[in-house]
């Protein structure tokens, strides 16, 4: 699925997943208000459906059922081990959208729903997540990752 960075494809994406056809009783903010949810404020939250699909859809493993490989390190580990994450991370995304506080209704729906399009989400071990943190991904942070893996074996 393409990942769009005005969101609206990303919205109807996500939507499908969690609702199917039925798109009424949305609340994205779980309680928050736009100005404590953007852009520092509590963190952005999943569906259940949602984290459901990234899984369903995450690369084969090698043969142990329920155990995925983690984007970044390229481990295998069982999914209690798993996270999801988020690539462009969910402070960034907004932050392209709009630095103004707070933000509309409907743009912070654009900006839950881009950030939680399965493009934008990847299997990773709760170590790397830890390290990732609220960053983008580098070239030389995942290097760093990979090879402090293989020398422990995984973390
Ligand atoms: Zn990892």
Redesign the pocket.
């Known amino acids: 699925m393409a990942w769009t960075q005005a969101g609206n494809f990303s919205l109807t994406t996500v939507w499908a997943i969690v609702y199917g056809t039925q798109r009424n009783g949305f609340d994205p903010f779980a309680g928050n208000s736009f100005g404590a949810w953007h852009p520092n404020g509590a963190r952005i939250g999943f569906e259940q459906e949602i984290i459901d699909h990234v899984y369903a859809n995450a690369p084969a493993d090698n043969g142990n059922p329920a155990w995925y490989t ?1 984007r ?2 390229n ?1 295998e580990y069982p999914i209690a081990r798993c996270q999801i994450d988020h690539v462009v991370p969910w402070e960034d995304y907004s932050l392209t959208m709009t630095t103004s506080r707070p933000i509309s209704g409907a743009l912070a729906l654009q900006v839950w729903a881009g950030c939680n399009d399965p493009a934008n989400l990847a299997v ?2 709760d ?2 997540n830890a390290s990732k943190g609220n960053r983008a991904a580098t070239a030389v942070w995942v290097a760093a ?1 990979v090879q402090l ?1 293989n020398q422990n074996h995984g ?1």
């Open positions: 983690c970044y390190c481990w990773a071990c170590s790397c990752r893996a973390f």
